[in-house]
C-alpha cells in the first residue's frame, strides 16, 4: 500500500456509537465494520461536496464504494461485493435506507434509528438518567 494515497483517501477518525449500539440492542447483530460503514455514511450526509437526492422529503447521499473501501483500510473488505452485502444487511436491520435512481445509481441515508444510536446519551435533557432496558429494540 502507498502511503502517501492512503493518507490522502482514508478516513481519519471513525466514531463508533458504543453506549447507543448496545442500548439499542445490536451488540449481536452487527460489528465494528458495519459501525464504520455507517460512520461513513454519516460524514458524507453532512459533506457539502457531497452527491445529494432528494426524495419523498429524505435526503440521500450518493457513496462511492470504490472511496468507501479505499477510506476504511481497517476494515479489510476489499471488494464492492463486500459491501453490498453489508448495505443489505444494514438495511434489513432498519438503520439504512436505499434508493436507486433512475440512472441506477444508488443514493443511501441513514434512518432516524441510526441517527438514534449514533446520538444516544444515557442523560436526559433534564439531567435524569435513562433506564437502558427502556431503550431495546
Known sequence: VDKSELVNNLLYRITIPQLGIAAFDFLDSTDMNDWAILAYIK??????????????????????????????????????????????????????????????????????????????NTEGPDGVMFEMDSYSR
Not at 436507486?100 to 432516524?112: F, G, H, V
Open 43 to 120: 460524514r458524507w450526509e453532512s459533506n457539502k461536496k457531497s452527491k445529494k437526492l432528494y426524495v419523498g422529503g429524505w435526503e440521500y447521499v450518493w457513496v462511492n464504494y470504490n472511496r468507501l473501501i479505499t477510506s476504511l483500510p481497517l476494515i479489510h473488505i476489499l471488494s464492492k461485493n463486500s459491501i453490498s452485502k453489508r448495505i443489505h444487511k444494514l438495511e434489513k436491520l432498519g438503520l439504512i435506507d436505499k434508493y436507486l435512481s433512475e440512472d441506477n445509481t444508488l443514493y443511501l441515508r441513514l434512518t432516524e434509528l441510526a441517527d438514534s444510536v449514533f446520538d444516544f
